[in-house]
């Protein structure tokens, strides 16, 4: 008898046998700064494990892989945890797989809360690979083992970071060095990296500041002669020669009469060790109050001598106590007023006893020639708001368009196509191994079959990713536009800006020469079409 033609098969060739459970799967991959000293517990091999005990297993299906790089297994939120978990509630996976228990995380309650309770109640299996662990399997080790595991991992987590802490405040009481990268003028020797030693390059700058202060120039001063001479500024410096990556060295290429002062009065110079200054509680970086650092004399090399350091000082003088500033005090535009040549934020000063003003501090920090004279009164921008925000409310009301609609929850029909597409191929994919196991396909036209559908699964799903961010960009966009329309509607009856009407309606406020403003609303792509600015 004729064998039944194996091409184009669907999941409507598959016949009433008894349907075999196929499972969408998560793998899940984790990777702490831990873990990354760990042999075999990389990104790759984790994925490599996953992919190898998926392929051994008809019946488990890779649809995404989450990875969540370089995060501790102590907090759940993880991005990548958070999507997955997301996932499952939206029906994409039924089936989560990861190499052992303790990357879904180090906390026995949290972690014991999603495999005993979260998983099963949206009936999701569980696999741990390593952990001989499988939610599907009535006699695998669960219950008392699975909360076992999971309270040794917690230990085991808390343990390292006791042991870093530990090492760590042992090495700073002993004047070891303690920080990712060591100070201007200073290089971490390569046979101790808790030892400074004297950069060739940058020690002969640092004698040169002190002396330059010790001679009575000022800060700006020697701010000047650095950026003149074209002298990198520290983190540049360290990226310069390999010792700082370029996202650390992120920022401005100049000196700052802030980065100054603080050089000036570090008494690592002089080679004194001071640390311990800040401390981290409960993932917050609090001060430490001065009383409390932990000084420890002559661990190095210095910079400069202890004679042209204290002289320096003693030119300063006691700085008095700065009392707290109010400048943001009832400020309207908080984070809202950027400079429109440099770009940096500008900063709320006083002028006078209950007037303020608006400026760029750039020249200030960095030099003359790095922006220009930039300063405008905080009442003249708030009048040159107000009024472009009555015309453009006079504007809407005669545009009915701009009115507020209702939210619409319809889907896209693109979007409903490719999600019908998405479950149909799916429904393919499952059916093949059915059919596998019913002996209508062999093992060669399987693996050709599984190969081709899980491809225009992978292209579906990267489609349906792309149009559900459309979608969502969209409502919220509305969203916005239906805020806007309602706080315009009042904007004629206000006398007086509020910090509510300027986050509901602006973006941001660029500020030029000559007291030119551009303003950039929220709704701009909606209703204003002068290339996003109003140009007042």
């Given at each position: 008898m004729?064998r039944?033609?194996?091409?184009?098969?669907d999941a409507a060739?598959?016949?009433?046998?008894?349907s075999v459970?196929?499972?969408?799967?998560g793998?899940y991959?984790r990777?702490?700064?831990?873990?990354?000293k760990q042999?075999?517990d990389s990104?790759e091999?984790?994925?490599?494990?996953i992919a190898?005990?998926?392929d051994e297993?008809p019946?488990l299906i890779?649809r995404?892989?989450y990875?969540?790089?370089?995060?501790?297994?102590?907090?759940?939120?993880?991005?990548?945890?958070?999507k997955?978990?997301?996932?499952?509630e939206?029906?994409?996976?039924?089936?989560?797989?990861s190499?052992?228990?303790?990357?879904?995380?180090?906390s026995?309650?949290d972690t014991?809360?999603?495999?005993e309770?979260y998983?099963p109640t949206?009936?999701i299996?569980c696999?741990?690979?390593?952990?001989?662990?499988?939610?599907?399997?009535a006699?695998?080790?669960g219950?008392i083992?699975?909360?076992?595991?999971?309270?040794?991992?917690?230990?085991y987590?808390l343990?390292?970071?006791?042991?870093?802490?530990?090492?760590?405040q042992?090495n700073i009481?002993?004047?070891?060095f303690?920080?990712?990268l060591?100070p201007y003028?200073f290089?971490k020797s390569k046979?101790?990296?808790?030892?400074?030693v004297?950069?060739?390059?940058?020690?002969?700058?640092v004698?040169?500041m002190?002396?330059?202060?010790?001679n009575?120039?000022?800060?700006p001063?020697?701010?000047d002669?650095?950026?003149?001479?074209g002298?990198l500024p520290?983190?540049?410096h360290?990226?310069?020669?390999?010792?700082?990556?370029e996202k650390?060295?992120?920022g401005h290429?100049?000196w700052?009469?802030?980065v100054?002062?603080a050089?000036l009065?570090n008494?690592i110079?002089?080679?004194?060790m001071?640390?311990g200054?800040?401390?981290t509680?409960?993932y917050n970086?609090?001060?430490?109050?001065?009383s409390?650092?932990v000084?420890?004399?002559?661990?190095h090399e210095?910079?400069?001598?202890?004679?042209?350091?204290?002289?320096v000082q003693k030119l300063?003088?006691?700085q008095?106590e700065?009392?707290?500033?109010?400048?943001?005090s009832d400020n309207?535009?908080?984070?809202?007023?950027?400079?429109g040549?440099?770009?940096?934020t500008?900063?709320?000063?006083r002028?006078?006893?209950?007037?303020?003003l608006?400026?760029?501090?750039?020249?200030?920090r960095y030099g003359k020639?790095?922006c220009v004279?930039?300063?405008?009164?905080e009442?003249t921008l708030?009048n040159?708001?107000l009024?472009?925000?009555?015309k453009k409310a006079?504007?809407?009301c005669?545009?009915m368009?701009?009115?507020?609609?209702a939210?619409t929850?319809?889907?896209?029909?693109?979007l409903?196509?490719?999600?019908?597409?998405?479950?149909?191929?799916?429904g393919f994919?499952?059916?093949?191994?059915?059919?596998l196991?019913?002996?209508?396909l062999?093992?060669?036209?399987y693996?050709d079959?599984k190969?081709s559908?899980?491809?225009?699964?992978a292209?579906l799903?990267?489609r349906e990713?792309?149009?559900?961010e459309?979608?969502?960009?969209r409502?919220?966009?509305?969203i916005?536009v239906?805020?806007a329309?309602?706080t315009?509607?009042g904007?004629n009856?206000i006398?007086?800006l509020t910090?509510?009407?300027v986050d509901?309606l602006?973006e941001?406020?660029l500020?030029?020469?000559?007291?030119r403003?551009e303003i950039?609303?929220k709704f701009?792509?909606e209703?204003d079409?002068?290339?996003?600015?109003?140009n007042v």
């Open positions: 004729a039944k033609s194996r091409k184009n098969i060739a598959v016949d009433t046998r008894p459970k196929t499972y969408s799967v793998a991959v990777l702490s700064a831990v873990d990354k042999k075999g990104i091999n984790q994925q490599a494990i190898a005990y998926c297993r019946e890779i995404e892989v990875i969540d790089n370089g995060l501790s297994g102590q907090k759940a939120d993880r991005p990548a945890f958070q997955m978990l997301s996932d499952m939206n029906g994409v996976i039924d089936c989560c797989v190499k052992d228990l303790s990357r879904y995380g180090r026995a309650i014991g809360y999603y495999i309770k998983f949206h009936n299996r696999i741990a690979i390593n952990d001989s662990y499988d939610s599907a399997d006699h695998g080790s219950g083992m699975v909360s076992l595991k999971n309270l040794v991992n917690e230990s987590a343990e390292i970071g006791r042991k870093i802490h530990t090492t760590k042992m009481r002993n004047g070891c303690v920080g990712s060591p003028g290089l046979e101790d990296k808790h030892k400074l004297p950069d060739p390059v940058a020690a002969p700058i004698a040169k002190f002396e330059m202060a010790a009575g120039d000022s800060v001063a020697i701010r002669w650095l950026n003149t001479g002298i520290p983190k540049k360290l990226c310069s020669i390999g010792v700082a990556s650390q060295a992120a290429s100049h700052n009469v802030g100054i002062y050089l009065k008494r110079y002089v080679g004194d001071v640390q200054k800040g401390r509680q409960s970086a609090k001060r430490v109050d001065k409390d650092w000084v420890t004399e002559n661990t210095g910079l400069v001598s202890r004679e042209i350091f204290d002289e300063w003088g006691k008095p700065r009392a707290k500033s109010d400048n943001n309207v535009f908080l984070r809202k007023i950027f400079c040549h440099c770009g940096f500008m900063s709320r000063t002028s006078g006893k209950s007037s303020f608006y400026k760029c501090e750039t020249r200030q020639d790095d004279l930039n300063s405008i009164s009442t708030k040159i708001v009024e472009s925000l009555r006079a504007l809407y005669k545009d368009s701009f009115a507020p609609k939210e929850t319809k889907e896209p029909s693109e409903s196509g490719v999600r019908a597409e998405l479950s149909r191929v799916s994919l499952k059916g093949l191994y059915e059919s196991v019913s002996g209508d062999t093992q060669s036209e693996a079959m190969k559908y899980e491809t225009r699964i292209d799903t990267e990713r792309r149009l559900t459309t979608a969502r960009e409502h919220l966009n509305q916005a239906n805020k329309s309602v315009l509607s904007v009856i006398t007086d910090a509510e009407v509901a602006i941001k406020i500020i030029f020469e000559n007291k403003v950039y609303f701009t792509d209703v079409r002068t290339e996003g600015a109003d």
